[in-house]
Every structure is written in structure tokens, then in C-alpha cells.
């Protein structure tokens, strides 16, 4: 049997005590042996309510652990790129929350620190391991909706509170980072392919300066679209529907996947609009941070390789850059 791997996790964040930490510790590669932060105190009660062995008073000295071998960070956006190279550095492989970094150019510097570490290092799109969309592009690939024409995201909560940190523009505060890039992930998972060009019109927040509200039109080879909206000052919602010329697809509940409970496929033929080609699909359920620290770690061990490397990531941040600049020119931009 595989050895699990030791994990530290940098931080107690929310994301990471609530959803990761608790799903990791399911998995049967994954030992969560350690979580650090600035607090001492923070620390050692996330250890003690979470059942984590040790914990640390600063993010070094958790790094400094010969026991662990990979870290998960969960940190602000700005901090992404600066500990994961210190992890890396000192030998610890990485998975970094989404956005990796606050841009292409920075996300490099993790290309950078891989090669010259040996270290393995990814970004936490987590849906990417939900059967969910392994099956919506098994379909797409498979022709069940003829050729894919365009596919259309929503998502979106609401949050106006100036001291949370996605509502600080300085530390990558922000829909497009928060939870547009999973519009433009997803789109090129299903896709299996890069835009070429893209235009997007921004609302920023006049308190904050954060885009609350940012829609873009990613055009695709082949004249393919994707369109999205998403806003952190909006009504929760999340939707993606995906348009081929023989059908479509239609994932419930996206992107945050209840683990307890089926995830739900909807495809229809489209020979009516009442649907009366309505097929729907019912997967058990699963717990998608569970299956990408088990993913993660199967890495570690060598018995598999990253389907999506850090190149990926770098990708992804070129094109919340060409995002970006469309909201300033108000023109169609190339990554």
C-alpha cells in the first residue's frame, strides 16, 4: 500500500479549515501533519479543533519540518508566489490556491522554481477532479451534443465587506481573480483549447476598487465562444450551460459540488424546447478536495503525472491579464 504523504498547510484560512483540511484528512494518500500561521495561538487551536499533530507559529518553521513533504497554500492572493518558491526551495512540492499569482509574469517565477528544485508544484482548481466535469468533457468529446458552439458561466455571492480580503484590490481582491478564473478554466478544459482574442467590461467597486461585477466574451478557435459574468455583489448563483449544435449540457451547482449529496448532468437533444430530449445523469457523491490532495499526492509518490502542470496556471493568469486590459481599453485583446 502507498505511503500517504505528510502534508503542512501555510495559514487558516477559511477555505483550507473548512472545506480542505476536513476533506484532505478523508483521503488515502493525504496525512495532514501540520498547519502554521503568524499566530501561535490561531495555530495551535486550528491543530487542536481539526485533530493536525503539530502546529507552527510561523510559516518557516513549518517549512523547516523534514517530516513534511508537500504544503497546501491557502493565503492571500499576493502571497501565493513568494511561499510557494519558499516551499520549494526548501524541498517541499506545492499546491497553491487559485489565482496562483496576480499575473503571467509572476506565475513564471514558479516555472522557475520547480526546475531548479525538482519539487512538483500546481494550482487548486479543484473541479477539474470532480467526476462532474470529467464526465461533461467525456460528453463533449464524445459528440453527444455535435459540435460544441459556445458555453455560458454565471457565478456569483455577495460580500461588500472593505476588510475581507477579496474586497483589497492590492492583494488581488476581486471577482475576475476569485471566481472568474473558474470561467476561463473550465471553458478551456472543456474546449481543450486556448482564446485568441477576448473583451470584457469591468464595474469596479468606487469604495474598494475591486471588480464587483466584470462579463467578458472569450473567442475560441473555430469561432467557438465562451461568455461569463461573474460578481462578488450579486446574488448567489452559479450556471454553466454548454451549447453544441446537436444538444446541450447543463452542470447543477458547478463549482461548489455539495459533497454530501449527487452531482447532477443535465443533456438534452434539443428537439424541443419543453424538454423532451432531457436526459439526466446522477454521479454518487464526492467530495472534489478529497480526490485533489489524494491526486496531488499520487504525484509525489510517482505513480501518476500532473494533468495540468504549472504552465497551465501560467495560461490561465494571461488571460485575467488580457481580461484586465480589455477593461481599461475597451477593446478585443490577444493573450
Known amino acids: 500500500m502507498t505511503r500517504p504523504v505528510a502534508w503542512g498547510v501555510l495559514g ?13 484528512q478523508q483521503g488515502t494518500l493525504s496525512h495532514v501533519a501540520a498547519i502554521a500561521s503568524r499566530d501561535a495561538g490561531r495555530a495551535a487551536a486550528a491543530a487542536a479543533s481539526l485533530g493536525i499533530p503539530k502546529s507552527y507559529g510561523s510559516y518557516e518553521a513549518l517549512l523547516a519540518d523534514p517530516e513534511i513533504e508537500a504544503v497546501y497554500i491557502p ?27 496576480l499575473t503571467a509574469d509572476e506565475a513564471r517565477q514558479l516555472i522557475t522554481a520547480r526546475d531548479h528544485s525538482g519539487r512538483e508544484v500546481a494550482e487548486a482548481f479543484m473541479v477539474r477532479h470532480h467526476p462532474q466535469w470529467q464526465r461533461a468533457r467525456a460528453l463533449v468529446h464524445e459528440g453527444r451534443i455535435g459540435r460544441v458552439r459556445a458555453i455560458q458561466t454565471f457565478f456569483s455571492y ?11 484590490a492590492d492583494i488581488g481582491g476581486g471577482a475576475l481573480y476569485d471566481i472568474g478564473c473558474y470561467a476561463l478554466v473550465t471553458a478551456r478544459y472543456l474546449f481543450a483549447d486556448e482564446p485568441e482574442r477576448m473583451v470584457a467590461a469591468i464595474d ?18 473555430g469561432g467557438r465562444h465562451l461568455t461569463f459574468t461573474c460578481s462578488t455583489q450579486a446574488s448567489a448563483h452559479q450556471r454553466v450551460t454548454v451549447v453544441g449544435t446537436d444538444g446541450r449540457i447543463e452542470v447543477d451547482l458547478p463549482f461548489n ?13 434539443g428537439r424541443d424546447l419543453k424538454g423532451g430530449g432531457l436526459v439526466i445523469e446522477d454521479l454518487p457523491p464526492c467530495d472534489q478536495y478529497t480526490l485533489q490532495g489524494d491526486a496531488f499526492s499520487r504525484v509525489i509518490r510517482g505513480e501518476a503525472a500532473l494533468d495540468f502542470t504549472i504552465e497551465d496556471a501560467v495560461w490561465n493568469l494571461r488571460l485575467i491579464d488580457c481580461l484586465f ?3 481599461v481599453s475597451g477593446r478585443w485583446e490577444r493573450p
Open 75 to 101: 493565503l492571500p492572493n499576493h502571497l501565493h508566489v513568494p511561499w510557494a518558491v519558499k516551499a520549494m526551495q526548501a524541498g517541499k512540492h506545492v499546491l497553491c490556491e487559485k489565482p496562483v499569482a
Open 325 to 327: 486590459r480589455s477593461g
Open 158 to 168: 455577495y460580500n461588500d465587506d472593505p476588510a475581507n480580503i477579496r474586497n483589497q
Open 204 to 221: 469596479r467597486d468606487p469604495a474598494t476598487g475591486i471588480d464587483r461585477l466584470t462579463s467578458g466574451l472569450v473567442e475560441f478557435p
Open 12 to 24: 487558516v484560512a477559511k477555505i483550507a479549515t473548512a472545506k480542505v483540511i476536513p476533506a484532505m
Open 257 to 269: 459540488a455539495d459533497p454530501m449529496a449527487p452531482s447532477r448532468i443535465r443533456i438534452d437533444d
